[in-house]
């Protein structure tokens, strides 16, 4: 069975391009539930104008699926709450230099 730290794991492998930096490091995963095989997603973009939406939510979408023990993915994309830079983790911040 997949847990929510394996999936999480693997987020960290798909990169939003503008910042080439993961959507699990950015802080744009939201919630990962797990459910035996089943895995739910809710996510956001850098901004709702991203020009790279439909690259990361198929990141998202076949990544997880790609995993032992995921049949079936559910992504959800959001926008409330909207992404900011508070969302970014301080080690991430850190790291890029954006304090």
Request: aromatic share 8%; with cysteine.
């Amino acid at each position: 069975m997949i847990d929510e730290q394996q999936v999480r794991d693997a987020l960290k492998t798909v990169y939003d391009p503008e910042v080439s930096m993961s959507v699990q490091d950015l802080g744009l995963i939201y919630e990962v539930n797990c459910n035996d095989t089943h895995v739910h997603i809710k996510h956001t973009l850098t901004s709702m104008m991203c020009p790279f939406a439909e690259e990361i939510c198929t990141g998202i979408y076949e990544t997880t699926l790609a995993l032992d023990g995921v049949d079936t993915v559910e992504r959800e994309l959001v926008f409330d709450p909207p992404f900011s830079m508070e969302m970014v983790p301080e080690e991430t911040r850190m790291i890029m230099g954006w304090y």
